[in-house]
């Protein structure tokens, strides 16, 4: 099951009659209405080794349309239907799939290619209404003597009844950094895409921890970017924040802040038991220390910094100082009516100051700190004892088999920034937990974002599935040496995602790359637009 083949009739200006082929096992030529199909008798096997089967490269100048091509490929289902609807004769296209045997899918922008557009086509009676009802819903044909016979609608449904050995499906996973592209939305992945077409999952700019994590633990071989300390740390970097009180607030106001944090400090016992144990290693309870440690400062934090700055976003004039002397008598009587023996005596002072935060800030903007905060919370808890260095420590030791606890931290993390940093909910985690990866130059870390993306992304598709990557310019922030070495890295970790096939697909306009792509998958272009894509046929 594979990709094989894209036309596109016009894409704005970019793009006009193109048409590229991604597999080795088929040729495929759109030309006077006809689809012509011929399978490929002598093509090169395990070139790529296993896993890989086909490597394609758009290279060109910027503004040729390369990472246009990607997406074309990348959009999600919602994204497809918003960049085609009511503009067909602008955006018309059309990618085609091998399933297996003689049956082909098709994913249409528009029914205009099965009402005529493609003469070899047999809808076998079927009105469009009950095949292509809507924009880009995956149909499957059978080759049968150079026709096209219309069998169904739905890829997933379709397959999923097949007799075949494996329930075997095809997914995307698009890495790219450009999260201001129009054309792809913030939405990881939308549940429902594969009902219609083959899904699709983003993987956009940042790092995601998840992954590098995942990555970092299944390295066999860290020689190409010289990494000597395979661990992560996580601190709490709460102190800093505290200190950082805005230098536009009156002298007066900040005395007053500082003594609520020192009483707050004698109140909530943060000095008796923990800060004559400096940062040293602590010789027991070092989850325990951690976490009393992380609450105590949480909770100084939301109430001194977030919620004294909200009030005095919405109180300015006054600064809102006697508001915050009221909140604050408020809050101690609170602390004062729990019992400090509890168990969860932190956890609901804690609860407390961040439903404050949270409220005050809905008058202004939407916030999640509640959320955020607490989700981060049970997701440290969760960790094993062994991962707590310091009372503001955490060391993942990425030499150790993987951890669900460890992997579901750092999911968890990712997601908060994905809710803060694309959907526009604000929290503040990132200026209270601090991740630091291996040491290594800004071009060493992008690759290793880009190579643990890939990698992971590739083993979590199910086994037997077919893998298509879309990677964006990977070679765009790296040395010249990372560059030349890429594709061979890319592939030793790619073959060991063994019970997968992956198809690649890849923008460059490096000529350190170029050189590791069979000759009739590299599609060049160096005019100012995209007309005129052709593969490179020099050896």
């Given amino acids: ?315 300015t004039e006054l600064r809102g100082i006697e508001r915050l002397k009221r909140e604050y008598k408020k809050f101690i009587e609170y602390i004062k009516e729990q019992e400090e023996n509890q168990e969860e005596y932190y956890n609901n002072i804690l609860e407390y100051v961040l439903s404050k935060v949270d409220e005050e800030a809905k008058k202004i903007i939407e916030t999640n700190e509640k959320k955020a905060t607490l989700e981060i919370l049970d997701a440290i808890e969760a960790l094993p004892e062994e991962c707590f260095e310091t009372k503001k420590k955490i060391r993942i030791d990425c030499k150790n088999p993987e951890n669900t606890q460890v992997i579901n931290l750092f999911k968890t993390y990712d997601c908060i920034y994905k809710r803060k940093s694309i959907e526009g909910a604000i929290n503040t985690i990132f200026t209270v937990l601090e991740i630091i990866v291996p040491k290594m130059s800004e071009g060493e870390r992008f690759f290793l974002d880009v190579i643990s993306k890939i990698t992971v992304a590739v083993k979590e598709v199910p086994e037997g599935n077919n893998v298509i990557v879309l990677i964006d310019e990977p070679d765009r922030e790296i040395h010249p040496e990372l560059a030349r070495n890429f594709i061979d890295i890319l592939l030793k970790n790619l073959n060991e995602c063994e019970g997968r096939t992956v198809q690649v697909v890849i923008t460059s306009h490096s000529p350190f790359i170029v050189t590791d792509i069979l000759p009739d998958k590299h599609v060049c272009n160096s005019e100012s637009k995209g007309f005129g894509w052709k593969k490179n046929n020099k050896t």
């Fill in 1 to 315: 099951m594979e990709l094989v083949y894209l036309y596109i009739k016009k894409y704005d200006d970019i793009f006009e009659n193109q048409q590229i082929n991604f597999s080795s096992n088929y040729y495929v030529e759109y030309k006077e209405g006809n689809l012509k199909i011929q399978k490929n008798m002598d093509s090169l096997k395990q070139y790529y080794g296993d896993i890989v089967t086909t490597i394609t490269m758009f290279h060109g100048k910027n503004g040729t349309g390369k990472s246009t091509l990607l997406d074309i490929l990348g959009m999600r289902l919602n994204d497809r239907r918003k960049d085609t609807y009511n503009r067909r004769e602008e955006r018309s296209y059309f990618m085609m799939y091998h399933l297996y045997g003689d049956y082909f899918g098709f994913e249409f922008s528009d029914a205009s290619y099965i009402e005529g557009k493609i003469n070899n086509i047999d809808m076998d009676g079927i009105e469009t209404k009950d095949s292509l009802y809507r924009p880009w819903v995956g149909l499957i044909f059978l080759l049968k003597e150079n026709q096209l016979i219309y069998q169904t609608n739905f890829f997933k449904r379709w397959l999923e009844k097949q007799s075949l050995e494996k329930k075997t499906q095809v997914e995307y996973a698009y890495i790219t950094k450009d999260r201001y592209n129009s054309r792809i939305s913030s939405e990881f992945k939308n549940d429902n895409d594969d009902e219609y077409i083959f899904g699709r999952k983003y993987f956009i700019e940042t790092i995601y921890y998840e992954y590098l994590y995942k990555y970092l633990v299944s390295m066999k071989n860290m020689d190409e970017l010289k990494i000597s300390n395979k661990s992560i740390e996580i601190r709490n970097v709460i102190d800093n924040e505290l200190g950082m009180i805005r230098s536009e607030i009156k002298e007066e106001i900040v005395d007053f802040l500082n003594e609520e944090r020192n009483e707050l400090d004698r109140i909530l016992k943060k000095d008796k038991e923990y800060s004559i144990l400096g940062d040293e290693h602590l010789e027991k309870n070092n989850k325990k220390a951690f976490l009393k440690m992380f609450r105590i400062d949480l909770i100084e934090y939301y109430f001194v910094n977030r919620l004294s700055g909200w009030i005095w976003n919405r109180e």
